[in-house]
């Protein structure tokens, strides 16, 4: 018969034994969640309405993800408020790999600019997963006016001070601010009309009411070929493959200048980083291939990708120099 301490020391070795497997199978729990991912459906969040661009590569790239992961990827149109909306969607979901944002520049960059009380914060509430692409501005003007290069628009303006108006698509918007960094390189003032969206003010801009923009080349290009604006430049550092004959605003004689909006995936901080590699993964599956390439330069968007750490590289710098021309112009915006 086992005498009385040998059966506690018994007792003892087994409970430990029990305690060791039971905080062995609770570490293990997060690994096994992230390999079982994806179990259902993944939600995709757009910040604007179906049919333009951040639409269209946001359906493209669930498409690929869907493909690569075996599962159907959902879209969530979210449009509103500066892409407030969509983003504070995307702040409150779980952080399990399950709702994915097409973020952006202007929910990423700017909004934390002009907003001092936003229902998200970038930094803590967003993990980046990677880069898309980016769209440069085309610099349209209207045939009415005599430029026909940027050194031409800046001395028209120069000699026409305060009265040559120039249109965005929203107060604060890269449409917007874009030309303030153009005024602020070239020493010139422009009038700022901001209209609630880029069709909104495409008609002005076509009659010459409003005769100048910085615009995306999705909605300048179509009218550029058939006459109706006159291209002068592309706001990205290199030229537009699809524009080729186009200089840059920086080749123009306007050195640093660059501007853009971008695209990227972001799901909730926290969520695994097994499940953000894969989705890095499939998105750099997207980018390189060649005929997602051809279908999106036809439309001025330059895809790219990156880790998660270009991401969240690319979103400071862009914080750091956007700010600095908000402030110098003195741009503000409607508070929430």
Aim: charged letters at 20%.
């Amino acid at each position: 018969m086992m005498n009385a301490p040998d059966a506690r020391s018994l007792l003892v070795r087994s409970l430990l034994v029990q305690s060791f497997l039971v905080l062995s199978g609770a570490a293990a729990i997060p690994s096994a969640q992230a390999q079982a991912w994806p179990a259902r459906p993944v939600r995709m969040i757009i910040p604007f309405t179906p049919g333009g661009s951040t639409d269209l590569l946001a359906r493209a790239v669930g498409a690929r993800i869907a493909d690569g992961i075996g599962q159907p990827v959902v879209f969530d149109n979210r449009p509103g408020a500066n892409t407030i909306i969509a983003f504070e969607l995307q702040a409150k979901a779980a952080p399990d790999g399950y709702t994915l944002l097409m973020g952006g520049f202007n929910g990423m960059v700017m909004n934390p600019i002009f907003y001092t009380k936003l229902p998200y914060d970038v930094e803590r509430d967003l993990a980046p997963i990677g880069m898309v692409g980016a769209s440069p501005l085309m610099v349209v003007v209207h045939p009415s006016l005599p430029i026909r290069s940027m050194r031409e628009l800046a001395d028209y303006a120069r000699a026409n001070p305060g009265k040559l108006d120039f249109q965005s698509s929203g107060n604060g918007n890269i449409t917007h601010v874009s030309v303030e960094l153009f005024m602020t390189l070239a020493g010139v003032k422009m009038q700022h009309i901001p209209y609630k969206g880029g069709s909104a003010g495409l008609p002005d801009l076509l009659s010459g009411a409003v005769p100048l923009k910085f615009d995306v080349p999705l909605s300048a290009l179509p009218h550029v070929k058939t006459g109706k604006l006159r291209a002068l430049a592309v706001t990205s550092p290199k030229r537009l493959s699809i524009a080729p004959e186009l200089p840059t605003v920086a080749e123009a004689g306007y050195r640093g200048y660059e501007a853009a909006t971008w695209f990227s995936l972001v799901t909730r901080r926290g969520t695994p980083k097994e499940i953000v590699e894969r989705l890095n993964a499939e998105i750099r599956r997207f980018v390189d291939s060649a005929e997602a390439r051809t279908q999106f330069a036809a439309q001025g968007i330059e895809l790219e990708a990156g880790s998660p750490a270009d991401l969240q590289a690319r979103i400071a710098r862009d914080r750091a120099t956007w700010s600095g021309v908000v402030r110098k112009a003195g741009i503000t915006v409607e508070p929430l």
